[in-house]
Each structure stands twice: as C-alpha cells, then as structure tokens.
C-alpha cells in the first residue's frame, strides 16, 4: 500500500523559503507523477507543480519562479521548495501520487 | 486557467437521501486522446482528500458504489445514492486536461 508524509517546518517567516519533504512508502517514485497541492484557509485548493518518474517537472504558472519540485531516488523522497513566500503562502501543503493518493498534509504559516 | 464552478457550495442532506453535485468547466475537459480528466474527490473533516472517482465516471477501488459520477464535455455530476454518516465532508471535483491542473471551490455536505 503506498504511503505519502510530509514533514518540514510549520512556520516560515516572510521572504524566507519554505522547504518540505514528501517521504514515499510502498511505492517507487521512478513510477508514476508525483506533486504537491496545498489548501488554503477556506477550501480553496491550488495545484503547485509536480515530478514525473523521469524528472521531468510541471509547476503552475501562478508560481512563476519561486517554485522547485525535486527528488531523492535513493531516499524514495521529493521535496517542495517555495521561495520569497509572503503571508499569503499559508496553507496546509500536501503531496500526493497524481491525485490518487494524499499524504496527511502539513499546516504551514509564514508569519513574522 | 479553468475555472470548475461547483454548486451548490453547501448541501445538507438526512441519511438515506439521494444527492447531486454539479460541476461546470470554463472549457471542454475533451483531451485530444479521447480521455476526460475529470475527477471527483472526498475531504472528511480531519482528514486527507481522497479519491472518488476518476474519469468522469469510474469508481476507484474501496469506493462504495453508492457513489456514481457522470457527464461530458463541461458538464459533470457526482451522485450519492442514499447518504451515509460518513459521507460528510467536502468533495471537490478537479481537472487534468488542460495544464495547470484546477480544482472547484468545493461543495460542503452536512448531515442534518
């Protein structure tokens, strides 16, 4: 059964960047589309970017240059990286297989 | 970008009801290979979005086939057939035909 969680800070201040992890369980991430979406306060939910098997990546124009998606095969691991965030970038941030699979998700606010 | 309008944003409905939510795309969700990407997707309080249904209308594996989904081209529907207690939540519909991937503002289903 395949497992996502994310793990990384849960505040982030203001022009910083915002770093997390996705760790990957019973499933190799050389296999399918792997990405990140997060959810703001509300229910508005945005699509960030992803990693395909090959390492290709696809990020949302919204996020213009700020954002990388990247991957550690050996550590069966991809990470998000987020930078100059401002407020507005508070969210709870979830990776996810295409958007089969959710991990549990991870509250992070980017406060001063 | 498109723009998935859900409605009705809020439905409350009693055990055993039958209930409808509708999804409407600012575009045709027609890829060119002949798929429609539109999916529907569970977030139970709490918890992590899960998926429903997957190409408009197929039922991903574990998913009581209570519920059901239809619709083609901009219009689309997901369906419970007899509300359960733990179908509360909020559902989204989300589309993958046309880049950046997009999700509707969410209906919130309550159990009266």
């Known amino acids: 059964e395949v497992q996502l969680q994310e793990s990384g800070p849960g505040l982030v201040k203001p022009s910083q960047s915002l770093s997390l992890t996705c760790s990957v369980t019973g499933y190799s991430i050389t296999s399918n589309y792997w990405g990140w979406i997060r959810k703001f306060p509300g229910n508005k939910m945005e699509w960030m970017g992803y990693?395909?098997?090959?390492?290709?990546?696809s990020y949302n124009p919204s996020l213009k240059s700020r954002i990388s998606i990247t991957r550690d095969t050996s550590k069966n691991q991809f990470f998000l990286q987020l930078n100059s965030v401002t407020t507005e970038d508070t969210a709870t941030y979830y990776c996810?297989?295409?958007?089969?699979?959710w991990g549990q998700g991870v509250m992070v606010t980017v406060s001063s | 970008d498109v723009v998935l309008t859900q409605t009705p944003p809020t439905l409350s409905a009693t055990i055993g009801q039958s209930v409808s939510i509708s999804c409407r795309s600012s575009?045709?969700?027609?890829?060119?290979?002949?798929?429609?990407?539109l999916h529907w997707l569970l977030q139970r309080p709490g918890q992590s979005p899960q998926l429903l249904i997957y190409l408009v209308s197929r039922l991903e594996s574990g998913v009581p086939n209570r519920f059901s989904g239809s619709g083609s081209g901009t219009d689309f529907t997901l369906k419970i057939s007899g509300v359960e207690a733990e179908d509360l939540g909020v559902y989204y519909c989300v589309q993958g035909t046309h880049a950046p991937l997009t999700f509707g503002s969410g209906t919130k289903l309550e159990i009266k």
């Open positions: 996810a297989r295409s958007t089969g699979t």
């Open positions: 990693i395909s098997y090959s390492g290709s990546t």
């Open positions: 575009q045709s969700l027609l890829h060119s290979n002949g798929n429609t990407y």
